[in-house]
């Protein structure tokens, strides 16, 4: 079963589209981020970091 060029040819045409719409979600978080600078990976490595070091306790004797 052969298919007609025209169907060949809507089948890519919807594959690509449907490519680029799955991509440009990702695409746009990643233009976003170097626009604005933003690096939410990092926050949460500083606040596990933060949370860390919090819940460390001082020993007294270790003022002197």
């Known amino acids: 079963m052969k298919l007609e ?6 089948i890519a045409k919807n ?17 976003t981020f170097a626009i604005t600078g933003q690096r939410p990976w990092e926050k949460k490595q ?6 860390t070091s919090k819940s460390k ?3 007294p004797q270790d003022n002197d």
């Open 15 to 31: 594959a690509l589209l449907s490519l680029f719409l799955y991509i440009l979600p990702i695409v746009l978080m990643f233009a």
């Open 5 to 10: 060029q025209a169907t060949k040819v809507q």
């Open 46 to 51: 500083q606040h596990k970091q933060q949370t």
């Open 57 to 59: 306790t001082v020993n």
